[in-house]
């Protein structure tokens, strides 16, 4: 009998153990974080840095806490996919423009519309950004404080020695289609002895092309091949057939080294690669050379956007009144974007802002250039209505299976587009593809 009643002691304290554990697990999972605690996750240390050193310094007396959640992108999407739209989802998020939409057509993001902060200081966001951050039912669910226009990043040294252009204005005039863009390389070419090629990569053609196409991956569940992309495989093959593009692998050792080089005349790269990938590239550790203040901007044959980082709020937050006051603060405050700007040197998405300080820029990289007012003049003819919640996958699909082999001359154009599709289908079964 002593040893039932002690055994039954032993269950009953287990039993309480297991109610006692599982009672915790289920008030963490009901609570998600910290009540007091707005929480952002993020795969980009920009949003740290804005609420530290400017929100937190305007607002000392919050009565709660902001805790940011820096997750590495290639594992940003793996973290977050599994807890959103449950209460373990951080507060706010982050979107990379490669899954913006992805989130965007989620479902789970609240619709900021419903703030008046947020949508009196957007009036003035740049009306490509907003698109992004619209879903197709019509929901403004995420807006973004950077503007990410393309432009074309090239050597003045090079284009006055080897093609005599003396300005921007005169590069600009000498590429501003596609077909002077090639016709041009030639003459590169021709005159530095094959030395110095045009561009580094395909990726120097492959988002101004994505970026201008007049249909998105996938419209109305059909895989859509638009025309921009057919003139994409034929310039990346046309160029790598004659040898006017060194064909580096994108963001590869080589594709930086010749940032620094004296073999590439230019890069295509949107507002950002100019203070992350050619600024911090320049200099050379092997050789000391140094390329900084030898570069300079122009358009390019094309406008069109590449990148940008999006908030949004998620729809089981508890905490969305402070998350819109944050989300309006580093995307619309007008000071704060002013401040933000001339300090980093970002370029934002405030129209208001960038009337405003496009005239004062220099940017002694770009030899004292107005990249600024370079930049503004651009916005206005960018279209991101061709995004979609595929385009990450899509892309990749597309560069891996079409692109990148048939520019090598691997294989034909049919097989290519081919190839394309089989993997496309393999990915998303449910897709139409013809």
């Known amino acids: 009998m002593k040893k039932v009643v002690k055994l039954l002691s032993v269950l009953l304290v287990l039993s309480l153990l297991i109610l006692t554990g599982c009672t915790s697990n289920s008030n963490s999972s009901s609570k998600g974080k910290d009540d007091g605690v707005l ?106 404080w950077q503007a990410a226009p393309g432009a074309f990043f090239y050597r003045d040294s090079i284009a006055k020695e080897f093609l005599g252009l003396e300005t921007p204005e005169d590069v600009q005039a000498a590429i501003g289609t596609w077909d002077d863009f090639y016709r041009t390389a030639v003459k590169l070419k021709e005159a530095s002895n094959g030395e110095v090629y045009m561009v580094s990569s395909v990726a120097d053609f492959k988002y101004a092309f994505l970026g201008t196409r007049d ?110 006051e944050l989300i309006a603060y580093v995307t619309t405050n007008e000071d704060f974007l002013t401040a933000w700007a001339k300090d980093t040197g970002d370029f934002v998405s405030n129209k208001s802002v960038v009337e405003n300080i496009k005239g004062d820029y220099s940017e002694e990289f770009l030899g004292g250039q107005n990249h600024y007012a370079a930049f503004a003049e651009q916005i206005p003819n960018i279209d991101a209505k061709s995004l979609t919640e595929f385009d990450q996958t899509l892309n990749t699909l597309f560069s891996d299976h079409a692109l990148i082999p048939y520019s090598k001359g691997e294989v034909d154009l049919d097989t290519a587009i081919e190839n394309f599709k089989a993997a496309v289908q393999n990915s998303y079964p449910n897709l139409t593809i013809e």
Not at 122 to 135: C, L, P, Q, R
């Open 39 to 144: 929480e952002i996750w993020t795969f980009t240390n920009e949003i740290d840095t804005m609420v530290n050193d400017y929100y937190l310094k305007e607002h000392p007396d919050l009565d709660y806490k902001i805790k940011v959640v820096e997750i590495p992108t290639e594992q940003f999407e793996q973290k977050l996919d599994p807890v959103l739209g449950t209460k373990e989802a951080p507060d706010v998020i982050l979107m990379e423009a490669n899954f913006a939409k992805k989130y965007v057509e989620s479902g789970m993001l609240e619709d900021l519309s419903q703030f008046d902060v947020v949508v009196q200081g957007a009036e003035n966001t740049f009306d490509y950004v907003k698109d992004v951050g619209t879903n197709s039912d019509g929901q403004f669910v995420a807006n973004a």
């Open 215 to 324: 249909q998105g991956w996938v419209v109305d569940n059909k895989l859509v091949i638009d025309e921009k992309i057919y003139d994409l495989l034929e310039i990346a093959k046309k160029f790598n057939e004659e040898g006017l593009m060194l064909d580096a692998e994108e963001n590869s050792e080589s594709y930086y080294g010749g940032m620094s080089a004296d073999n590439i005349f230019g890069y295509s790269l949107p507002t950002w690669g100019l203070h992350y990938w050619l600024k911090p590239n320049a200099e050379s550790s092997d050789t000391g050379n140094s390329t900084a203040g030898d570069w300079r901007m122009v358009q390019g044959p094309a406008a069109y956007y590449r990148g940008g980082t999006w908030i949004g709020i998620t729809q089981t937050s508890n905490m969305k009144e402070e998350a819109a």
